[in-house]
């Protein structure tokens, strides 16, 4: 009868650790800002360039649209595969551009192709 009593607190102590987790209440702090943080969200544009300084670089894409994407000190550049910079992108210039999207429409490039 000891055994039984003793096995049933038992159960019950686990099942009180595994309730809330299966409310899907937070466990930790660490999961509740893991939960919070939302990863960055990427976007392909494929066009052709329109216009470029050192800090953006202005695409016309298939739909004719103009889209116009930050350049920053971590943006990748590559040109015909080789390492280059935003110096190195040309009017006209056909490009793959993969960009992070920020607020609103705001989009900093995470590399930029030159073909």
Do not use: C, Y
């Not at 920053?72 to 040109?79: E, F, G, H, L, V």
């Amino acid at each position: 009868m000891q055994k039984i009593l003793s096995l049933s607190f038992g159960a019950l102590f686990l099942v009180s650790l595994i309730v809330p987790v299966s409310m899907g209440r937070p466990v930790s702090r660490l999961s509740v800002q893991a939960s919070q943080e939302m990863p960055a969200k990427h976007v392909t544009i494929n066009g052709t360039v329109s216009s470029v300084s050192e800090t953006a670089v202005t695409v016309l894409d298939a739909k004719k649209v103009e889209q116009t994407i930050t350049i920053d000190a971590n943006t990748k550049i590559t040109k015909g595969g080789k390492a280059a910079t935003a110096a190195d992108i040309k009017a006209n210039d056909a490009v793959v551009v993969v960009a992070n999207k920020g607020e609103g429409t705001a989009l900093t490039a995470v590399s930029i192709k030159v073909s």
